[in-house]
């Protein structure tokens, strides 16, 4: 790999690819409304945008390792990036949802390899002696990106319109591929392991097809239709597939045995899933609710949302002050109940309340998060052989991802339900022959008797009723955050020496 005259100029290169693939993790969150109103898309259409990119990094990523071992990683590494550049600037041209989701599928694919072969390039240009600062740099280069990211997004949508949060990629991805394709030095393919290519399609298959059904659910009225029947049977036979073919596998299995039978990776793994649900699912609702019912400026949504970000930020470096002197079980359940914690403040949340509740609880939730990642990594990977420790690996980000893309779409099934659901309830006690529903009880302006002012009591009545709705998702992840506790007990300590801890990503 490049020698040491070219390190700043390699490192500079990967920070950038690194910092371009984290504010794509949330840069769109806040502009999500804008594309909605753009593309003429539903509340429950438009959490494609998200859960694509999603899922097809999910997908794409246990393939990184053997796509670089097969052909270097200098050639996947320019290759990933000029993918995401590419599909970035498709993004931001999209004249309709249908092609913002293509191009945001691609997008994840070249998104996929740019973390792993980050770390591993960072390593392989530093002596052994320099490790910990290059870790360091690279986890410094993870955590900006979410911090700036909603904050950045804010800004370009409310200057220049939300096809700038995809277009701000460009010049820093031209800037990577250049970088890497200068300075790096040609890697020798390897090709070290055999890729399970049945294992990877079924798995595929199967995320695929649970996707689509989650997705589409909810617009095509769930089992009533056709194309759900179809997706669900599609998914079903491809995991049949795969938990036969793991367990009957000769050779080496996609999803390895080994794994599986140990208790600490797979509640590490759960852990992990569960998370990723509240983590994204928050990420998707916040600037939705911010913006559409408190009617609060893209900007403003997105410093508000940049709170996360920050406190990730703080939270790991207090762990990794603290996690070789305290038992990483007890910092673990520290992380999940500040993260409940912070889900309950939410449910207190009201159509009346000023942006400093949600920075508060943002805070709080980011520093749970900041908690739990690292413990998280050293407890689900540290007592793995070193063998199946890139499997491992592999696993547990395509779990992470998972959690996201089959949470968004279940939270905003769950919030267009129960906004219908309390909405219809409401409406129940406006009727003129109530005493209530007139003046001077009921404002001029909600006036039953005139059409105006019946639209107008509609338009107020959906208003709470969505935030009865928003108050629910809140609950539910609330609820998932306290039920994972117990995953916790069936955690072992890790052996110190066994791993290095991993980098958030």
């Not at 390593?123 to 990211?149: C, K, W, Y």
């Not at 030095?185 to 595929?204: C, I, K, N, T, Y």
Request: charged fraction near 10%; include cysteine; hydrophobic fraction near 55%.
């Amino acid at each position: 790999m490049g020698g040491v005259a070219n390190r700043g100029a390699i490192t500079v290169s990967i920070m950038l690819s690194v910092i371009m693939r984290g504010l794509d993790n949330t840069i769109a969150n806040v502009a999500l409304a804008h594309i909605q109103g753009s593309l003429s898309a539903s509340q429950e259409q438009v959490a494609w945008v998200l859960t694509s990119y999603i899922v097809s990094t999910a997908i794409a990523m246990p393939l990184t390792g053997w796509l670089a071992g097969r052909f270097g990683i200098k050639e996947i590494f320019l290759v990933s990036v000029v993918i995401f550049t590419v599909a970035s600037a498709l993004c931001g041209a999209a004249t309709n949802l249908g092609e913002l989701v293509i191009f945001r599928i691609l997008q994840g694919f070249g998104s996929a390899a740019l973390v792993p072969l980050s770390q591993a390039t960072l390593l392989q240009i530093n002596p052994p002696e320099r490790h910990g600062t290059a870790m360091a740099v690279f986890s410094m280069g993870t955590i900006l990106g979410p911090i700036a990211g909603p904050a950045l997004g804010g800004w370009l949508t409310d200057s220049y319109g939300w096809r700038w949060v995809f277009y701000i990629n460009l010049p820093v991805g031209v800037l990577s591929a250049i970088g890497i394709l200068v300075f790096m030095q040609e890697s020798r393919p390897m090709h070290r392991e055999q890729f399970d290519a049945f294992g990877f399609v079924a798995l595929s298959v199967t995320i695929g097809a649970l996707q689509l059904l989650l997705d589409r659910g909810g617009i095509k009225d769930w089992f009533s239709s056709t194309e759900i029947w179809v997706e669900a049977t599609i998914g079903l036979l491809a995991l049949y597939l795969l938990v036969v073919h793991t367990a009957t596998a000769t050779d080496r299995s996609f999803l390895n045995r080994e794994l599986l039978r140990n208790p600490a990776f797979v509640a590490g793994t759960v852990l992990i899933f569960l998370i990723g649900i509240t983590m994204n699912g928050t990420l998707a609702l916040l600037p939705l609710m911010m913006q559409e019912l408190m009617n609060y400026p893209v900007l403003t949504t997105g410093l508000a949302m940049a709170s996360r970000g920050l406190g990730t930020m703080i939270g790991m470096f207090v762990v990794a002050r603290l996690i070789d002197k305290v038992d990483t079980r007890v910092i673990l359940t520290v992380g999940l109940v500040m993260i409940a914690v912070s889900m309950w403040q939410m449910t207190r949340f009201s159509l009346m309340m000023d942006a400093d509740g949600i920075v508060i609880s943002g805070l709080i939730q980011g520093f749970g998060f900041g908690g739990t990642s690292v413990p998280l990594n050293i407890i689900a990977l540290s007592n793995l052989p070193r063998h199946i420790l890139t499997q491992g690996t592999a696993i547990r980000g395509l779990m992470r991802n998972l959690g996201g893309s089959v949470g968004i779409p279940i939270l905003v099934a769950e919030l267009v339900q129960n906004t219908q659901a309390v909405h219809s309830r409401l409406v129940e006690a406006l009727r003129p022959d109530n005493p209530l529903a007139r003046a001077p009880f009921l404002d001029s302006h909600y006036s039953l008797s005139l059409q105006p002012g019946i639209a107008a009591l509609n338009a107020e009545v959906t208003r709470q009723a969505a935030m009865v709705a928003y108050l629910d998702d809140f609950k539910l992840m609330m609820l998932i955050s306290v039920a994972s506790l117990p995953l916790i007990l069936l955690l072992r300590p890790p052996r110190r020496a066994a791993v290095q801890p991993a980098a958030a990503d």
